[in-house]
């Protein structure tokens, strides 16, 4: 059998609580639940809860299957009907040689049951989306990281524990911008009722503008948030910074996304272009194929030309610059800036150099 952990939201009647006994953790309210209690002193409980995970899983399970999942008689598999019912969970029994057990129809089934595994999945979650900057607010992730961890069996939380604390990144995460929820959940909604959004944008140095926007996509680079959408106001496809949202607004205008568009693409090209340090352009003879494989898109756009594949990036320390293309092994030419030749020319020498 595997092991559950449960969380049963105070809503539930008869349970209240947080209760710890064998396999089962249970969280709910504020008096005892006996009932409950005395059926999580034994192993039935463990297959208690996972008729309950089947029925809300499949609608339907017939009472040979379950009684064979469970590994019991079907008498029993009728008993634990019984007993859901008395924790007011209601089971519908269909009768006769095709008979089953099915939740009523409509019924939201409060409690969330998980393996040991899904819990470590949840909790690695959590842990992760804090250390790579995509939490979107970090009280919120601190807060249901520690629920979940309270009601897990002290064994898994151990366990769990142990695995967050030797978990390493092989590199640095950059310092988060955690956006506000509700514009992300907004834009979100909008996206997906295809509605034109109103914004609050705060650009630094620079007044608060109101912007309506037809947003195509929402994308997470490198602990930042951005939406990509058209903006009405400069009539260009725009991407935004979700943290300087101050707030958003679903319109009724319907928007329009253009069939095929590629919101981290976009993001990645935006960032490319972002005007910093000295422009530097390169022809490169390879196939324009190898070097979109090779070549990020957020450092720049590879061109197929007459002349060979064409690269313009940004650098402001232009000897990094040519020692990171001689990586690729390509023969380029240079095209601009003239400076940028004598980086190139410094490299090629330390490379022969190391060759002697």
Known sequence: MRTLSVLIPRYLPNVH???????????????????????????????????LELLEARGRVSGREL?????????????????????GIPVEAERGPYGGYRLRPGFKLPPLMLTDA???AVVLGLVLSKRIGISIDEPANDEAL?????????????????LEGSLGLTWKPREPQPPATDVVLTLASSIRARRKVLIRYATPGREESDRTVAA??????????????????????????????????????????????????????????????????????????????RIPRTVGDPQETEDGVV????????????????????????RKPEAFKASVRKVSEMLAAAAD
């Open 67 to 87: 009684a064979d999942r469970l590994e019991v008689d079907p008498r029993t598999v009728r008993r634990y009907a019984v007993k859901l019912e008395e924790l």
């Open 216 to 293: 195509y996509g929402i994308v997470f680079h490198f602990a930042r948030w951005y939406v990509v959408g058209h903006d009405d106001r400069s009539g260009e496809i725009r991407t935004f910074r979700i943290d300087r949202i101050v707030r958003a607004e679903m319109r009724r205008e319907r928007a329009v996304v253009p069939e095929g568009f590629d919101a981290p693409d976009h993001v990645a090209r935006s960032i490319a272009q972002i005007p910093w340090g000295q422009e530097i352009e390169v022809v490169f003879d390879t196939t324009i194929e190898e070097a979109r494989q």
């Open 17 to 51: 609580d947080a209760v710890e006994t064998g396999n089962v953790t249970v969280f709910g309210g504020s008096r005892p639940a006996t009932r409950l209690l005395a059926m999580l002193e034994s192993r039935p409980a463990t297959r208690l809860l996972a008729m």
């Open 118 to 120: 899904e819990a470590t």
């Open 146 to 162: 520690a629920k979940i961890l309270r009601v897990l069996p002290t064994e898994l939380r151990d366990r769990v524990g142990a």
């Open 311 to 334: 690269l313009r990036i940004r650098s402001d320390d232009l000897d990094a610059a040519a020692r990171w293309l001689a990586v690729f092994g390509w023969r380029f030419t240079v």
